[in-house]
């Protein structure tokens, strides 16, 4: 295994049984991983034991890997099935709202701050399927073609939803901003 | 024409993939319309908003759980072969050459009890996690204590990849009094173990147990730095009512 090894040539030492290629794959991918996870569920503490769900659903089931596959996307495809699994198993489970660390905000800062936290908790009161493509694309920067590909919808598809998705969020943002439009975010003219 | 009708322009003049043709007729669009604007303002302000990073360890804590557990004992399964098969004969060989005695039921008992001790060890070693799971129903069910059984659900507690087994683990546990070895990994796994769900199922495992040092322990760990809130939350709890109920620590 070497560092400058393609995630697939990673995944395909994976397959041939070399654990700390994965361990590699670990590194590189699981920060991108987690914030989908903490995107997803609010909660830091359950988002790094998807993230490590994830890598051991990839040691145990490494055969349904295909080398011409892209690594990215069968990576994110385990963990949309990681989360509609915890889904359905933990429904009694409240998200926890997420802690940001940063330093005591002032001025615009906090304005901001206080958007973002307002923005945040719209995202979260969006339905999960709407949620995650906004999600996939917007923070994570897959491209629609790959959004279609992990959801098996055509990419036109995934762009309507994610123009629909985006008007819902607005939508709740409004009503927990109470202000109608983002003036205050300096969006487009 | 509706918004809907420049939905694809719009989604592509957001990701920046759009061509110029479907960026002018979005842009175009939104000059006019309030709505779509306000949604390209919070996707700009989404793409504004900070992001989080994981635990610095969480690197090495994955690579400890894929690192190669202890090798399953091979001789696990012919031991269960053998003990079947040591089982029927005496079953068939006593029902036709002796009559039964309070000693021979005795012993079929406890070779009954051997093989299933048997069986839960080997379970507990598979690569199955449902298989694992198995092994500590078996081993839940097993009348007595034996040490043996005992240190295998304490590794898996300590070291299996799967909350689900850690959870039954630290949950068959409680039936056994826990040696001081088995006890001293508990307090260590609360240290390592990323899941809350574990940490508070091996946290009312310890506090089951009789320790005397159990209570001051429990209280260091509440107030460790950068323990899990849920986590936090649940041993303040825990704590409170066992001062209630007369501080059985002390």
């Known amino acids: ?189 | 024409m509706t918004c809907s009708e420049f939905a694809v322009d719009i989604a592509d003049t957001l990701a920046g993939t759009a061509t110029a043709a479907a960026r002018a007729r979005a842009e175009a669009h939104m000059a006019g319309c309030a709505s779509c604007r306000a949604n390209a303002a919070l996707w700009d302000a989404m793409g504004e908003m900070p992001e989080a990073t994981p635990s610095a360890d969480l690197p090495a804590r994955f690579e400890r759980r894929i690192a190669p557990r202890p090798s399953a004992p091979r001789w696990a399964w012919g031991a269960v072969a053998a003990a079947v098969l040591v089982g029927v004969l005496s079953f068939v060989a006593g029902r036709y050459t002796a009559p039964r005695t309070e000693a021979d039921i005795a012993s079929l008992r406890g070779e009954v009890r051997n093989l299933r001790e048997v069986v839960a060890l080997s379970l507990l070693d598979q690569q199955s996690a449902s298989e694992r799971l198995r092994g500590i129903r078996y081993s839940a069910a097993l009348e007595g204590t034996d040490p043996e059984v005992v240190d295998a659900l304490s590794r898996t507690l300590s070291n299996d990849s799967s909350v689900d087994v850690r959870l039954a683990a630290a949950e068959a546990l409680r039936r056994f009094p826990l040696p001081a070895a088995a006890r001293e990994s508990a307090w260590k796994l609360l240290e390592q173990d990323d899941s809350p769900l574990v940490q508070i199922a091996v946290i009312d495992l310890l506090a089951a147990g009789k320790d005397p040092s159990a209570r001051a322990r429990l209280e260091k760990l509440r107030d460790r730095a950068g323990l899990d809130a849920n986590v936090r939350d649940y041993l303040q709890a825990l704590l409170s009512n066992q001062r209630k109920k007369g501080n059985q620590y002390q």
Do not use: C
Not at chain 1, 44 to 70: G, P, Y
């Open chain 1, 1 to 189: 295994m070497l560092l400058s090894d393609t995630d697939e040539q990673l995944m395909a030492a994976v397959q041939g049984g070399d654990n700390p290629a994965l361990g590699e794959l670990f590194r590189r991918h699981h920060a991108a991983l987690y914030r989908y996870f903490l995107r997803m569920s609010g909660s830091a503490a359950l988002s790094e034991d998807l993230a490590q769900d994830v890598f051991l659903r990839m040691l145990r089931k490494s055969e349904t890997w295909q080398r011409e596959a892209r690594f990215s996307s069968w990576m994110y495809r385990i963990a949309h099935n990681a989360f509609i699994d915890h889904t359905r198993k933990s429904k009694w489970e409240t998200a926890m709202p997420e802690k940001w660390d940063m330093a005591a905000p002032a001025g615009r800062q906090l304005e901001q701050d206080q958007e973002h936290a307002m923005l945040h908790q719209a995202l979260m009161a969006l339905p999960a399927d709407k949620r995650e493509l906004l999600v996939l694309s917007r923070f994570q920067g897959l491209k629609y073609e790959q959004i279609g590909e992990l959801l098996g919808v055509e990419t036109n598809t995934v762009k309507v939803r994610v123009f629909r998705a985006l008007g819902q969020l607005r939508e709740i943002y409004e009503r927990i901003s109470g202000e109608p439009g983002l003036a205050a975010m300096g969006g487009r003219s």
